[in-house]
């Protein structure tokens, strides 16, 4: 795909498609154009696997030492949680090995489970065809290492060739897509996820979309959040007794890793449902009664947290040399945007009230099915190119590429509309 341009991998009469990837933290999505749906329609389409459209982030290793994915994986990692990786892209991002069930393996190689299953999933889609190309989206804060494992995890699944996008250009492309957004008008976006923490800001042009700013923290997201109501609980466990806490957490045993794993499982449920509901009751294994935990503490815990991600977004606000009052839109996505506390946050120090994107999974997968892969894999011979600033057609609207020394923020796009 010399320069992003597709290389022609239909056969006569069948229309090339093209795939977008969101590795994501806790669930990968996919998103495919330029097929047809049973109905006929054509235009993007989210990829299903195993009737949802999010795929679950987690690995698990079988007897035969094959990575498993999706319910298999979560089935398997009930009773074998030292087999299981709930985290690829933590891994990826964090260290080259993970050690499961006794074997050291190389954290790409999880990746490339994950992306593999996708992969497959999306050609059996179209008849066992290849995208004529392929995107995949990442942090915007991950360098040139993590999008280098990206990139190795991509070959090892057998993706040939693929673009890279930051997650929240795509997202902040997407909104672009949905809104009319005024010419000059800057539309910023906060996407905290379920391990990282995106920011950008993308200003309206006369060509289309520029962004002129990205920002976050690659190790802040939803389960960060599960950290603040695990220690809130701890607190309350060593209230009441703090001995079966400690057996829970002290004990190597295999029965009390699959007790920790549920009691994870368990925690990301109650948080999810605190954005809706007053209180939750949470089960301990050792505590006879539940531990009745109200939103209102909740949230005196994950203020720090919270805090921090504004301030991240208002760095990169000010970093665009703007202010929150000049900014046209603020976007969120990303699934742990929807606690609460996000916009009451947002409102309160901008006096901006930010839009929450109707469907936070899809964002910014729609959003990179939009463009041309702006960059190369890290370390290849294009990535050194002077600026390219041809046009090129791309499926949501018109490109202009050039490649920035760090490779990511050298495209212009200008939606059809
Ligand atoms: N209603 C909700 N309230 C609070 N948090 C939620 C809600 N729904 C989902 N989440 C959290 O959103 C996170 C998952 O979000 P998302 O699917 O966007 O992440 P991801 O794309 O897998 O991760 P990342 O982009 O960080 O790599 C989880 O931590 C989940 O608990
Ligand atoms: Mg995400």
Same mark, same amino acid.
């Given at each position: 795909?010399?320069?992003?341009?597709?290389?022609?991998r239909?056969?006569r009469g069948?229309?090339?498609?093209?795939?977008a990837?969101?590795?994501?933290t806790c669930?990968t999505?996919a998103a495919?154009?330029?097929?047809?749906?049973?109905?006929?329609?054509?235009?993007?389409?989210?990829?299903?696997?195993?009737?949802?459209?999010?795929?679950?982030?987690?690995?698990c290793?079988?007897?035969?030492g094959?990575?498993?994915? #999706? $319910? =298999?994986?979560?089935?398997?990692?009930?009773?074998? &949680?030292?087999?299981?990786?709930? /985290?690829?892209?933590?891994? +990826? @991002?964090?260290?080259?090995?993970?050690?499961?069930?006794g074997?050291s393996?190389?954290?790409?190689e999880?990746?490339?489970?994950?992306?593999?299953?996708?992969?497959?999933?999306?050609?059996?889609?179209?008849? #066992? $065809? =290849?995208?004529?190309?392929?995107?995949?989206?990442h &942090?915007?804060?991950w360098?040139? /290492?993590?999008?280098?494992? +990206? @990139?190795e995890?991509?070959?090892?699944?057998?993706?040939?060739d693929p673009?890279?996008?930051?997650?929240?250009v795509?997202?902040?492309?997407?909104?672009?897509?949905?809104?009319?957004?005024?010419?000059g008008?800057?539309?910023a976006?906060?996407?905290?996820?379920?391990?990282t923490?995106?920011?950008?800001v993308?200003r309206?042009?006369?060509?289309?979309?520029?962004?002129?700013?990205i920002?976050?923290?690659?190790y802040?997201?939803?389960?960060?959040?599960?950290?603040?109501?695990r220690?809130?609980?701890?607190?309350?466990a060593?209230?009441?007794?703090?001995?079966?806490?400690?057996?829970?957490w002290?004990?190597?045993?295999?029965?009390?890793?699959?007790?920790?794993?549920?009691?994870?499982?368990?925690?990301?449920a109650a948080?999810?449902?605190?954005?809706?509901?007053?209180?939750?009751d949470?089960?301990?294994?050792g505590?006879?009664?539940?531990?009745?935990?109200?939103a209102?503490?909740y949230?005196?815990?994950?203020e720090?947290?919270l805090t921090?991600?504004?301030?991240?977004?208002a760095?990169?606000i000010?970093?665009?040399?703007?202010d929150?009052?000049?900014?046209h839109?603020?976007?969120?996505?990303?699934?742990?945007?929807?606690?609460p506390?996000?916009?009451?946050?947002?409102?309160?120090?901008?006096?901006?009230?930010?839009?929450?994107?109707?469907?936070?999974k899809?964002a910014?997968v729609?959003?990179?099915?939009?463009v041309?892969?702006p960059?190369r894999?890290?370390?290849?011979?294009?990535?050194?190119?002077p600026?390219?600033?041809?046009?090129?057609?791309a499926?949501?609207?018109?490109?202009?590429?050039?490649l920035?020394?760090?490779?990511?923020?050298?495209?212009?796009f200008?939606?059809?509309?």
């Amino acid at each position: 795909m010399a320069n992003g341009r597709s290389t022609a991998r239909a056969g006569r009469g069948e229309r090339e498609w093209s795939l977008a990837v969101d590795f994501g933290t806790c669930f990968t999505t996919a998103a495919m154009l330029g097929d047809e749906d049973a109905a006929g329609a054509v235009g993007p389409r989210s990829l299903e696997i195993e009737n949802s459209r999010c795929l679950p982030a987690l690995v698990c290793l079988d007897d035969s030492g094959a990575l498993l994915t #999706g $319910r =298999a994986a979560q089935q398997r990692a009930v009773h074998h &949680p030292d087999q299981a990786e709930r /985290a690829p892209k933590r891994a +990826l @991002a964090r260290q080259p090995a993970v050690l499961l069930g006794g074997r050291s393996l190389p954290a790409a190689e999880l990746a490339a489970a994950v992306l593999r299953r996708v992969y497959a999933e999306a050609r059996a889609a179209h008849e #066992g $065809r =290849a995208p004529a190309r392929t995107v995949l989206t990442h &942090p915007a804060r991950w360098g040139t /290492a993590e999008r280098g494992r +990206l @990139a190795e995890a991509a070959a090892l699944a057998g993706i040939a060739d693929p673009g890279f996008l930051p997650e929240p250009v795509a997202a902040a492309l997407h909104h672009g897509q949905v809104h009319a957004v005024p010419e000059g008008g800057a539309v910023a976006v906060y996407d905290l996820g379920g391990g990282t923490f995106d920011t950008a800001v993308l200003r309206r042009t006369a060509e289309g979309f520029v962004a002129v700013a990205i920002g976050g923290d690659p190790y802040l997201g939803g389960e960060d959040l599960d950290e603040c109501l695990r220690d809130l609980l701890a607190e309350r466990a060593a209230d009441r007794d703090p001995d079966p806490w400690h057996a829970l957490w002290d004990d190597p045993g295999p029965p009390a890793a699959a007790r920790r794993a549920a009691l994870g499982r368990e925690l990301t449920a109650a948080r999810e449902a605190l954005s809706q509901t007053g209180s939750v009751d949470l089960a301990v294994p050792g505590y006879p009664q539940p531990f009745l935990i109200r939103a209102h503490e909740y949230r005196a815990a994950a203020e720090p947290l919270l805090t921090r991600s504004y301030e991240l977004l208002a760095a990169t606000i000010a970093d665009a040399g703007l202010d929150a009052a000049d900014v046209h839109e603020i976007v969120l996505t990303g699934g742990a945007s929807r606690t609460p506390r996000v916009s009451d946050l947002i409102a309160e120090r901008t006096g901006r009230l930010p839009l929450l994107t109707a469907d936070p999974k899809s964002a910014v997968v729609l959003g990179a099915l939009a463009v041309l892969p702006p960059t190369r894999p890290p370390g290849s011979p294009e990535a050194a190119q002077p600026p390219d600033t041809d046009g090129a057609a791309a499926p949501g609207g018109r490109v202009r590429r050039y490649l920035n020394p760090d490779g990511d923020l050298g495209f212009r796009f200008t939606p059809h509309r």
